[in-house]
């Protein structure tokens, strides 16, 4: 059972815009920033957004994030085939003095 | 931006201890903090542990007292022992950079991930 709650899936077709949640409590979201991690199959997770709503370097500008109490939530719009990928929520707890995970959500392009 | 590699047995029989050691590249190690994550077939990731290029570690709780996380910046690498293992501890196993600064926390570099499967 993981601290962060995501749904397990979610799809779209190609140009759609998905959003994915992201639900925790007020000694992890609810007081700390929010990442995402996007993990293509067979592959390392890898940062897509930092600090709730901030993009690395090289990551396209259809990857958005946004924070509001305990719940978090990615938007991804004019979505790609190669979008498809498991991704994970993920901040610092308070509690745990580390970080947690969501469970992930499998996005699924049709 | 590090690379990092992780190294050690892909196979551990019940019972013993997991041992892996990350090797870190194109940057010191010194300065940062340093986690293991881990991920069973399938299913989602789960913090194992860091530790400051200093020496202090955290670890987490749900893992009780077998993990050991040490780290040698004479060789760049720090390191994973996990004892006493079961089934239960079969994953893909990740090191990893933290970032901890005005931006918050967040994993910054991975590495690619090793396969330790337990069994006798």
């Known amino acids: 059972q993981s601290v962060l709650t995501q749904p397990p899936s979610a799809s779209g077709t190609p140009g759609q815009r998905v959003t994915i949640s992201c639900s925790g409590s007020s000694s992890n979201i609810g007081s700390n920033t929010v990442n995402w991690y996007q993990q293509l199959p067979g592959t390392a997770p890898k940062l897509l957004i930092y600090s709730n709503n901030q993009r690395p370097s090289g990551v396209p500008d259809r990857f958005s994030g946004s924070k509001s109490g305990t719940s978090a939530s990615l938007a991804i719009s004019g979505l790609q085939s190669e979008d498809e990928a498991d991704y994970y929520c993920?901040?610092?707890?308070?509690?745990?003095?580390?970080?947690?995970f969501g469970g992930g959500t499998k996005l699924t392009v049709l | 931006q590090v690379q990092l590699q992780e190294s050690g047995p892909g196979l551990v029989k019940p019972s013993e201890t997991l041992s892996l050691t990350c090797t870190v590249s194109g940057g010191s190690i010194s300065s940062y903090y340093w986690s293991w994550i881990r991920q069973p077939p399938g299913k989602g990731l789960e913090w194992i542990g860091y530790?400051?290029?200093?020496?202090?570690?955290k670890h987490n709780p749900s893992l009780k007292s077998r993990v050991t996380i040490s780290v040698d910046t004479s060789k760049n690498q720090f390191s994973l022992k996990l004892s006493s293992v079961t089934a239960a501890d079969t994953a893909v196993y990740y090191c990893?950079?933290?970032?901890?600064?005005?931006?918050?926390?967040?994993?910054?570099?991975w590495g690619q991930g090793t396969l330790v499967t337990v069994s006798s």
């Open positions: 990893a950079r933290d970032n901890f600064d005005s931006s918050g926390y967040y994993i910054a570099d």
């Open positions: 993920a901040t610092w707890d308070d509690s745990l003095n580390g970080p947690v």
């Open positions: 530790i400051y290029y200093s020496g202090s570690t």
